[in-house]
């Protein structure tokens, strides 16, 4: 048995590793738990940052052939070499998963490989790989242990033809034809990712639009634009079932004719992991999606046993995660801990980008709320039609009587980087007013917020 920590933190996540951390820079003693060689997480091992990768590399190669010739660069016989963007891939994370563990060690932080198991309340059992098991004592233990791929009735995962994000970032080669389960982002961005580089996608949704939770009017336009690129979609399908027949796959859908495809991606969500996690043991149980219920310190049922991240409620999101740790440990260590989930950016990383927070229009009219909108082209912006990428907008949405910006919505270049400024304004309460009072440089994207703001008043000065 170990020596007794302050801390354990089983998950070595965004949620997980940034929580610890806080807690070693408090001052606590702190140990992690995580089962996967390299820490990280989902999000660094086989989602955020490949994706991420993937998706760079991929745009690169589209704008290669399509959009390099009007800046004056021709390039003959472009070829994709798969393997080493899979290769930049591979090194990009794993250069991030090593990054961690130094700040593991820089942080006093002690790792324990393998799957944490909650014994008692204080007392977690990790199971190695080689069949060994040890206790860790700690006064209060913190659950982050993250999510998993949803899994669809009907959908016979193989790990190889029908898989899930963790198989699209890895395909040998690319499918002739794809068929994606789910238009969420994780569908787009990794269909995305294989049109550009050749492949026939075609994307199954069961409701009747693209990016639920998104701005209803970007969302249709984003549709558009993802149907130029070469994304077939086929929205109001319910699949019922999807099975690999040799090298192919056949894909049904209620009332429809079947598709054969080359390989299949489910990406109907995720859920919250708490197998084995030993819950029973100490009397906690989860709601009817499998998460685990929290107070506002986000402790759970049992005093010293707290969960964050994608096994509580709100949006499993990495920085959501991240915010989560911090308030946690803060609120343990110095008595304040706060997220405030109003505030917590949403971002697809197609091409264009996609980026949200704060509320949407059908958000604001459900609630009765009366609300002003003031929206702007990136095509009357300078820097966008020097870059070349002049396509979607910037709409805010601001409170008809105080003006407050009660919600930023973009679609278009480096929206993924410009929603900061909108989430710093939304959480300071700033006004639209202050947004278009405050000086922004010139040539930049970060103009066309500030057009935006001045046309909820009617004043935008370039269009």
């Keep these: 048995m170990s020596a007794p920590y302050d801390l354990v933190v089983i998950g070595a996540g965004p949620g997980g590793y940034i929580g610890a951390i806080r807690a070693a820079q408090l001052g606590w003693k702190v140990a992690i738990v995580e089962k996967e060689p390299q820490l990280g997480g989902t999000c660094l091992r086989v989602g955020c940052i490949p994706s991420k990768a993937l998706l760079e590399s991929s745009e690169l190669f589209a704008e290669a052939g399509h959009s390099f010739a009007q800046h004056g660069i021709r390039i003959e016989g472009r070829q ?82 029908i898989g899930t994000s963790t198989e699209a970032l890895a395909y040998p080669e690319v499918p002739d034809h794809l068929v994606v389960i789910g238009a969420g982002a994780i569908g787009l961005e990794l269909g995305s990712v294989w049109a550009r580089l050749g492949s026939q996608v075609t994307v199954l949704e069961y409701l009747d639009r693209i990016l639920l939770g998104f701005d209803d009017a970007l969302a249709k336009d984003a549709q558009r634009l993802f149907a130029k690129q070469g994304l077939t979609f086929r929205l109001g399908s319910r699949v019922v079932g999807a099975s690999r027949q040799g090298d ?40 009817e999606r499998g998460r685990i219920p929290i107070d506002e310190s986000f402790q759970t049922s049992v005093p010293g046993i707290f969960a964050i991240g994608d096994v509580v409620r709100g949006p499993m999101l990495a920085h959501k995660a991240e915010e989560e740790g911090i308030a946690c440990v803060e609120r343990l260590i110095t008595g304040y801990g706060h997220v405030d989930y109003d ?66 919505h973009i679609l278009g270049p480096r929206a993924g980087d410009l929603i900061a400024e909108a989430t710093a304004a939304i959480a300071f309460g700033a006004s639209s007013e202050d947004i278009a009072r405050t000086c922004h440089a010139h040539p930049t994207l970060a103009e066309v917020i500030k057009e935006a703001a001045l046309a909820v008043d009617g004043r935008a000065l370039h269009s």
């Excluded at 006064?139 to 999510?147: D, K, N």
């Excluded at 969500?269 to 906690?284: K, Q």
């Excluded at 949200?356 to 702007?376: H, M, N, P, W």
């Design 343 to 408: 505030t917590i950016p949403n971002i697809v990383y197609t091409m264009p980008e996609i980026a949200s927070v704060g509320r949407t229009e059908a958000e604001l009219k459900e609630a009765g709320r009366k609300y002003r909108v003031g929206q702007f082209p990136f095509a009357a912006n300078g820097r966008a039609r020097a870059l070349g990428h002049t396509v979607g907008k910037v709409r805010i949405l601001a409170d008809a009587e105080t003006d407050r910006v009660l919600g930023v």
């Design 80 to 161: 994709l070499d798969l393997e080493t963007m899979l290769a930049r891939k591979v090194k990009t994370v794993d250069g991030l998963a090593e990054g961690v563990g130094q700040l593991m060690k820089k942080n006093g932080i002690d790792r324990f490989t393998g799957r944490g198991e909650l014994l008692a309340p204080g007392r977690v059992r990790v199971h190695g790989y080689d069949g060994s098991a040890e206790e860790v004592v700690a006064e209060r233990v913190i659950l982050a242990t993250g999510s998993r791929v949803a899994e669809l009735k009907g959908v016979e995962l193989d790990g190889d033809r």
């Design 248 to 287: 192919r796959c056949l894909v049904e859908c209620d009332g429809q004719e079947p598709i054969r495809c080359d390989r299949v991606l489910l990406a109907v969500g995720r859920r919250p992991n708490t197998e084995g996690l030993g819950l029973e043991s100490v009397g906690l149980t989860t709601d």
